[in-house]
């Protein structure tokens, strides 16, 4: 029928997103061909803002599968974190308890990252792409077709498909209902985030339980820092203006003892919050990762970390079947990442209800969360439990 241009690669990947390129570059070093592709383009992709903070693990990757090394001189070592609630900030020391730290390094770089290296290396990744469609996933010779930037229509026939397409995921949609299940939970609060043009004001970052809702204050550079606030799912940007989301930012960190440094605000959005987790990760010869799989709520940030530790995990076991030419591994993957998807599915949830304010929660609520607070940050047995999920559970363990 087509005009098709016909090609084969070993391993066809939808999404060329962290996910998808890391998964690409990991191939790639075992002596793997893979193709990429993505219908968004290489700079609306930049353009994302998304959560900051890198677990230990996923720098290590970065830095010593040769992507970045950028991480580590423009990001910035975390040893803990604050959490502040009823009136006063608790440190929890991740050096001291767990002899771990985190990174702050945006999404956005670790992206740009991946792009550079697969550049440099000669990757095949296609971005702006339009009409992709996978299919014969049952069979040895699943399909992925496309039309590209320039117009042309392409069938790339592969050993398995990957679908790395994130939270609007197509390739997830392909699954037969009866062969998974999913997973899912709403927030009746999403966040509201802000990049303002001000000094740091604090060294680390601050989780900030209040009556009035949760805020955190994260970092960017010395001159340019990320802050959220917890507001209604429907909240509209355009009705806050700058006196008003540092009014609302300083009563809430007020509570706890803080003032915010601040300065113009140059970007606002709102961030929606679910869980979800479809499983189990693959059908046939096609297999998921990150998003495409599995949304957490970004207290905690783990969205990008859980992907990284996907992929780290799915180049192995494509590896194994390509050597075999047998898709067994691929279920072996999908047991294998989802062990972490389900504990860190649980810490974001947990991070999320212990410090966000429910709309209809009653004075007993906010002192028993205060309860819960005072127990996590008073004893090493708790804060330890934190500390060890936040800066992620050692992949080799
Ligand atoms: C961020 O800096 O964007 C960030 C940091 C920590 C989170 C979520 C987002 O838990």
Not at 280 to 287: A, E, N, S, T
Request: glycine share 8%.
């Amino acid at each position: 029928m087509s005009s098709r241009i016909q090609s084969r690669t070993r391993i066809a990947i939808v999404g060329a997103g962290p996910a998808g390129l890391m998964l690409s570059h990991l191939l790639a070093q075992a002596g793997i061909d893979s193709v990429a592709v993505d219908v968004r383009g290489r700079r609306e992709i930049e353009q994302t803002h998304r959560a900051g903070i890198l677990e230990q693990d996923s720098v290590d990757l970065l830095v010593d599968t040769g992507v970045s090394d950028r991480v580590r001189s423009d990001g910035y070592q975390h040893d803990g974190i604050e959490l502040a609630f009823g009136g006063g900030s608790h440190r929890i020391d991740f050096q001291g308890l767990v002899g771990a730290a985190t990174q702050l390094y945006p999404q956005t770089d670790v992206f740009i990252d991946l792009a550079d290296a697969r550049q440099r290396d000669g990757g095949d990744v296609r971005f702006g792409v339009a009409d992709v469609s996978v299919d014969d996933l049952t069979t040895d010779s699943p399909v992925l077709r496309f039309t590209d930037s320039a117009g042309t229509a392409h069938e790339i026939r592969a050993d398995f498909l990957v679908g790395a397409d994130g939270s609007r995921s197509l390739c997830r949609h392909e699954v037969p209902a009866d062969r998974r299940s999913q997973y899912f939970r709403e927030y009746p609060f999403a966040w509201f985030g802000i990049l303002a043009e001000a000094p740091p004001s604090a060294p680390e970052l601050i989780y900030n339980h209040s009556p009035r809702g949760f805020a955190l204050i994260s970092q960017r550079t010395e001159t340019l820092q990320r802050m959220y606030f917890q507001c209604d799912p429907a909240e509209n940007v355009d009705a806050w203006t700058d006196d008003r989301i540092w009014a609302e930012l300083q009563s809430r960190v007020g509570a706890n003892g803080y003032t915010l440094a601040e300065g113009p605000i140059t970007g606002k959005s709102v961030l929606p919050f679910r869980s979800f987790v479809q499983e189990p990760m693959y059908y046939g010869r096609l297999v998921l990762a990150g998003d495409a799989a599995h949304t957490v709520p970004p207290t905690g940030a783990k969205g990008l970390n859980l992907a990284l530790a996907d992929v780290r995990v799915l180049a192995e076991e494509l590896e194994r079947a390509l050597a075999a030419n047998d898709s067994a591994p691929l279920a072996t993957y999908s047991e294998r990442a989802l062990r972490r998807v389900w504990k860190a599915q649980h810490f974001s949830y947990w991070m999320t209800t212990m410090l966000h304010t429910l709309p209809e929660a009653t004075p007993f609520d906010l002192r028993r969360q205060e309860g819960e607070l005072a127990a996590v940050t008073g004893s090493t047995a708790g804060a330890t439990f934190l500390a060890e999920a936040y800066t992620g559970w050692p992949q080799r363990k």
